[in-house]
């Protein structure tokens, strides 16, 4: 079946270092892929997506990119704050499965000042 | 405004009781999910709705009952609680579910079990 994996966390960083989560997929067809965001004690929010191959999806610093060739959506920052320390999930969906996201096991992220 | 409420925002009971979780979204959306997340952070389904109709059920067992009185309201109903029931349960919505919606999530509601 479909299925979703994240490099393991807890990944800790210094304020304006590089980040990479890397995300790699498994499904037939091609799936939509997210991520997603959850800060401590809230719910997740969309944090980008990609809809098709070669797409690019960003949104504040934030890009990763659908590569079909190599089933994989790496979440990429190349200068991280401490605000976002957070638990990111990459996710994917099919359009046949009544909107059922798919997601990993999540990436804790930790930046320090 | 609150795009996705759930109450209670926190659920402490023993086991064998049955226990109710409410969500609403003022969203407009057509589509409703639960999602159930374990003590290491795991996201995984339990149920969709479109238009108050259950479109999926993710071999959740039996004593989960999901309940849409109206587009914008999905509870969901635990009978015979167990221990392995200790999770976080979060509602989701989004504007349909055949395609790419971004699905819009509530704060959670952190079941525990003893």
């Known amino acids: 079946g479909d299925s979703v994996t994240q490099m393991e966390g807890p990944v800790t960083l210094s304020e304006e270092a590089f980040l990479t989560i890397n995300c790699t997929y498994t499904?037939?067809?091609?799936?939509?892929l997210f991520w997603y965001v959850q800060y401590p004690g809230e719910g997740l929010q969309l944090l980008l997506k990609?809809?098709?191959?070669?797409d690019k999806g960003s949104n504040k610093g934030f890009e990763a990119t659908y590569r079909k060739e190599t089933t994989s959506f790496h979440l990429e920052k190349g200068s991280v704050q401490v605000s976002d320390s957070a638990v990111y999930f990459c996710?994917?969906?099919?359009?046949?499965?009544?909107?059922?996201?798919?997601f990993g096991q999540g990436t804790e992220l930790s930046v320090k000042p | 405004d609150t795009a996705v409420s759930q109450t209670p925002k926190y659920l402490v009971t023993q086991m064998g009781n049955d226990k109710s979780i409410k969500c609403e979204q003022n969203l407009g959306h057509d589509t409703m999910y639960w999602y159930k997340q374990d003590s290491k952070k795991f996201l995984k389904i339990m149920f969709s709705?479109?238009?108050?109709?259950?479109?999926i059920n993710e071999t959740v067992p039996n004593r989960f009952s999901p309940k849409s009185p109206d587009k914008a309201h999905l509870n969901l109903h635990i009978n015979s609680l167990e221990l392995g029931d200790s999770a976080v349960y979060f509602c989701?919505?989004?504007?349909?579910?055949?395609?790419?919606?971004?699905?819009?999530f509530g704060p959670g509601t952190r079941l525990t079990v003893t």
């Open positions: 709705y479109n238009n108050k109709e259950l479109i």
């Open positions: 499904a037939t067809g091609y799936p939509s």
């Open positions: 996710a994917l969906s099919r359009g046949n499965q009544g909107g059922k996201l798919i």
């Open positions: 990609a809809t098709k191959a070669d």
């Open positions: 989701a919505s989004s504007q349909g579910w055949q395609g790419a919606y971004e699905q819009y």
